[in-house]
């Protein structure tokens, strides 16, 4: 499979099951076997902004920490050895939510490779919004099959 950058949400999908609408990554800039960028527009139209909060939305933290999953799922999914494998959310260890995340953000995700010890890979993962740290959080990933 030859990889192209920047990788539009066609190309996310042949990597990562998610679907809308729960596939939370526009797009993939930066991508090599070690770190992954990618990116999320908070849109007005998004379905839970509705309820969370009515007059003043705002993009869940627990969202924020599965689209930096699913942009860590990329990095670990695009190998070789796991195409067409299932990589499941297994934990999260030292979240840190810093900024709010309102309709019209642009969500930068970055997520860095630290280690992998059998069927699990872990990595640190960080959100900005307009260079401000919104969430930042350890993540392990699990790798079925």
Same mark, same amino acid.
């Given at each position: 499979?030859?990889?192209?950058?920047?990788?539009?949400?066609?190309?996310?999908?042949?990597?990562?099951?998610?679907?809308? *609408?729960?596939?939370?990554?526009?797009?993939?800039?930066?991508?090599?076997?070690?770190? @992954?960028?990618?990116?999320? !527009? $908070? /849109? %007005?139209?998004?379905?839970?902004?509705?309820?969370?909060?009515?007059?003043?939305?705002?993009?869940?933290?627990?969202?924020?920490?599965?689209?930096?999953?699913?942009?860590?799922?990329?990095?670990?999914?695009?190998? *070789?050895?796991?195409?067409?494998?299932?990589?499941?959310?297994?934990?999260m260890?030292? @979240?840190?939510?810093?900024? !709010? $995340? /309102? %309709?019209?953000?642009?969500?930068?995700m970055?997520v860095?490779?630290?280690?992998?010890?059998?069927?699990?890979?872990?990595?640190?993962?960080?959100?900005?919004?307009?260079?401000?740290?919104?969430?930042?959080?350890?993540?392990?990933?699990?790798?079925?099959?």
């Amino acid at each position: 499979m030859t990889l192209k950058l920047p990788m539009d949400q066609t190309a996310i999908k042949t990597i990562i099951p998610h679907r809308d *609408p729960f596939l939370l990554v526009d797009r993939i800039t930066e991508l090599d076997a070690h770190r @992954v960028v990618g990116w999320k !527009l $908070v /849109r %007005p139209e998004e379905p839970y902004l509705a309820g969370h909060f009515p007059g003043n939305p705002i993009m869940p933290g627990v969202l924020m920490l599965e689209a930096l999953a699913q942009t860590m799922g990329v990095m670990v999914l695009v190998r *070789p050895e796991h195409r067409g494998k299932l990589g499941y959310f297994a934990s999260m260890n030292n @979240v840190r939510f810093r900024e !709010l $995340v /309102r %309709p019209g953000d642009e969500l930068r995700m970055e997520v860095t490779y630290i280690k992998e010890k059998t069927k699990f890979y872990i990595a640190q993962g960080r959100a900005t919004v307009n260079d401000k740290l919104a969430c930042e959080a350890e993540l392990m990933l699990f790798m079925a099959q």
